[in-house]
């Protein structure tokens, strides 16, 4: 890792984690990213924000979380 916070691994991986996967994911929007800001270049994708395929996809996700942390918690 690029960044340790008085060796609190759990910490930097989970915020390089989370704001990886929030990029990844602001990508598949119609909106889009420009992943290198002052150049004109965006990414987009075929997901409208707030769109029936955008709670799909959230209750899934969800609903896997719910299921890991039952199983984790046995």
């Known amino acids: 890792f690029i960044f340790y916070l008085n060796n ?5 991986f989970g915020l390089l984690v989370g704001y990886s996967s929030h ?10 990213i420009q992943p290198l800001y002052p150049v004109r270049y965006k990414i987009k994708g075929i997901f409208k924000t707030g769109g029936i395929s955008e709670k799909i996809i959230f209750y899934f996700m969800f609903l896997l979380t ?9």
């Open 8 to 12: 609190m691994k759990i910490i930097t």
């Open 23 to 32: 990029l990844l994911l602001d990508s598949f929007t119609i909106q889009g």
């Open 66 to 74: 719910i299921i890991y942390l039952a199983y984790k918690l046995q």
